[in-house]
Structure formats: C-alpha cells, structure tokens
T-cell receptor, first 112, second 112 residues
C-alpha cells in the first residue's frame, strides 16, 4: 500500500509569513505525528493527532499548530515564521499511535 | 523520558558486521527499545524493536542485555547503502499515547 506522503516537498518563505504543510497517512492509520528536524536540535516531537484530536504535544511555541481531518489527513501550520523555523518537517503515521510509526519523506522549509 | 546514549560516529567495512551500541540505563520495565535509521534527507526508516528478548528480522538483529540497560543493533553484512544515521529510541509513554524521543544517533559510514 502507499506510504506516507507529504506536500510540498520543498518550500521557501520569508520571515513573518505563515506556512501550511500537509501529511497524508497510510490508509487506515488514524494517528499522525509531526516532527521537526534541524542540524542543531535533531529530531524533535511537535504533536500527535488521533481521530481529529490533538493527543500529545511537544515543547514548541503556539506559533506551531496542527489539525487532523476526518480522513486522517493532517496539516500543520507555522505562523509568523522565524529564521530558526528552517528545518525538515516530518510526519509519521500509525494505526493508533502505539505501534511503530511510518515516516514520510518530509517537507524541507527554508525561511529567508 | 528514558534517555539513550550512542556514539556519534562509527565506521565499518563493506561486507563486515556493523555493531551499533546504545545505552539506556534509565529504561523502565515496560519500555521498548526501537531502532530507526535515516539516510541523508529522507524520512527515518524503522529497523527493529524489542523489549527484553533478542530479536531478528530481515534487516538486522537486536541484542538487549539482561538488565536492559544497553542494546546492540547488528547489521550482519553491511553494504554501502547502509550508510546512514542510526537512532536508538526508548518509547516514552505520555498522555495516553506514546511518542518517539530521538537522540543524536550514530552516523554509520560503510566503507568499500
């Protein structure tokens, strides 16, 4: 079956703008988690959505938000972009958030 | 959350076994050890996981010490395509779901 897909794959924005990233999980998976990866901080957990509800949250400012739709697709939004938000944003899906997560290829965001 | 400690880098000759160590001395009794790897600029790929027994699959073997304070991932016949960053992760239970807490990982370079 098809894997986790993320769109867009690459994105360039300027400071102060906002951005929305999309993640389509594997069919039948109801849990979607988001991670930020930077060279300095590595992979950091942002939040997890399950059945359209945020179930778990990492230590990121409120500028980072997300949502999940009834078909389990998820979006994350970053408002008022800062240079430090430049990163690879990864999402992972699983059946119910307990078992192993399957990662997508990521969206690489560059903030100028 | 239980933390993991891995060497920052390792080298291995092509065709030889690669043994990647991981320390997780604060692991709880019901926490699993997971291994993922990430090839440059791609999403992390699941390799294997275990609780206390040794595990083997088509990709690798996982050896967990009896006290569960450390483990070793074994790639029996490393190839150039195994060059990647390998993450040892202990699953942390939080808020009714489980999230993956990634450390810095070990950059494995397989040399011809």
């Amino acid at each position: 079956k098809a894997g986790v897909t993320q769109t867009p794959r690459y994105l360039i924005k300027t400071r102060g703008q906002q951005v929305t990233l999309s993640c389509s999980p594997i069919s039948g998976h109801r849990s979607v988690s988001w991670y930020q990866q930077t060279p300095g901080q590595g992979l950091q957990f942002l939040f997890e959505y399950f059945s359209e509800t945020q179930r778990n949250k990492g230590n990121f400012p409120g500028r980072f938000s997300g949502r999940q739709f009834s078909n389990s697709r998820s979006e994350m939004n970053v408002s008022t972009l800062e240079l430090g938000d430049s990163a690879l944003y990864l999402c992972a899906s699983s059946l119910d958030g307990v078992e192993v997560g399957n990662f997508g290829p990521g969206t690489r965001l560059l903030v100028l | 959350d239980a933390k993991t400690t891995q060497p920052p880098s390792m080298d291995c000759a092509e065709g030889r076994a690669a043994n990647l160590p991981c320390n997780h001395s604060t692991i709880s009794g019901n926490e699993y050890v997971y291994w993922y790897r990430q090839i440059h600029s791609q999403g992390p790929q699941y390799i294997i996981h275990g609780l206390k027994n040794n595990e083997t699959n088509e990709m690798a073997s996982l050896i967990i010490t009896e006290d569960r304070k450390s483990s070793t991932l074994i790639l029996p016949h490393a190839t150039l395509r195994d060059t990647a960053v390998y993450y040892c992760i202990v699953r942390a239970l939080q808020g009714g779901s489980e999230k993956l807490v990634f450390g810095k990982g070990t950059k494995l370079t397989v040399n011809p």
